[in-house]
């Protein structure tokens, strides 16, 4: 294991003071050190989608009820005209949440302790998953949030003493949130279930798999996916700032979207888009 590895760092930090952390075996877990990012299928038209073996939009071919069809329909048909649609991370700058998140829009990093495993993902503003895999229960109270609630459980499916999959369930939700570009949609009313395994084979120690499963109102049945990612070949990586209000140029006004020109200005995003309603401003007469 690389000397740098954030398990070694973290449990080195707390070894002075932590009599779990002085039974902490880093070695059977896998290396997650680094940058890691998603890997994109060629051949597969569009933004990053929820299933990543084909096109986003209804080339997704979701098990979605005929209510949550004509969600996404009226998400396509609102971004066919310049609109954001169910799309909140764009003008609203609100996190995709889960299970969305997980695409990898932008580079994550994995952090493993014993008893939780955090991952860090920059996009719209800075997420942080905390998996507990401690053996807690699920809580009687739980404060609703983008990301949920997960648990975890590393297991050594192998039998050679390494953990090589850490299974995850995550609860408790709050919205709106949708799993990708295109507005896919998960139901208003915020049950759903995400169970995720992540697969680590240690003969292939810079790919990490993810098979989600989505549990969900707005879906006929359970829809599952695999999503992979890959490790960046850069022992120091770039961690770039993503500012959503700070870089996002997309004004949302009442329920029309506008772009803020480089001149400072209001710019229509659609043909024939009405202008903001100046109702509370003063009017100069001609």
């Known amino acids: 294991m690389r000397c740098c590895n954030a398990l070694a760092v973290i449990g080195l930090t707390l070894l002075a003071t932590s009599s779990v952390a002085l039974a902490f075996d880093d070695a059977k877990y896998p290396d997650l050190w680094g940058q890691w990012v998603g890997v994109r299928i060629p051949g597969v038209g569009g933004q990053p989608a929820f299933d990543p073996t084909k096109p986003w939009g209804r080339g997704q071919q979701a098990p979605l009820t005929a209510e949550y069809q004509a969600v996404l329909e009226a998400s396509l048909a609102d971004q066919a005209k310049g609109g954001q649609g169910n799309w909140k991370p764009g003008a609203d700058c609100l996190p995709p949440g889960m299970p969305g998140m997980m695409t990898l829009f932008q580079p994550a990093e994995f952090i493993v302790l014993p008893e939780i495993t955090y991952i860090r993902i920059d996009h719209v503003h800075d997420s942080h998953r905390r998996?507990?895999?401690?053996?807690?229960?699920?809580?009687?109270?739980?404060?609703?949030?983008?990301?949920?609630?997960?648990?975890?459980?590393?297991?050594?499916?192998t039998g050679d003493g390494r953990f090589n999959v850490l299974e995850v369930e995550t609860r408790h939700f709050k919205g709106p949130r949708s799993l990708d570009p295109a507005g896919m949609p998960v139901h208003s009313d915020n049950q759903s279930i995400v169970k995720e395994r992540f697969v680590f084979?240690?003969?292939?120690?810079?790919?990490?798999?993810?098979?989600?499963?989505?549990?969900?109102?707005?879906?006929?049945?359970?829809?599952?996916?695999?999503k992979t990612y890959r490790r960046v070949p850069n022992e120091h990586p770039e961690w770039l700032e993503y500012n959503?209000?700070?870089?996002?140029?997309?004004?949302?006004?009442g329920e029309e979207t506008y772009y803020r020109g480089g001149d400072g200005l209001l710019m229509p995003t659609r043909k024939d888009q009405p202008p903001p309603d100046l109702r509370y401003f003063k009017q100069t007469r001609k």
């Open 201 to 226: 084979d240690w003969n292939k120690p810079d790919t990490l798999r993810n098979d989600i499963t989505l549990i969900d109102h707005a879906y006929t049945r359970p829809w599952s996916v695999s």
């Open 244 to 253: 959503c209000a700070g870089d996002n140029e997309l004004i949302r006004i």
């Open 131 to 157: 998996i507990y895999t401690d053996g807690r229960d699920w809580p009687k109270d739980v404060e609703p949030s983008f990301l949920g609630y997960s648990i975890g459980k590393w297991i050594d499916e």
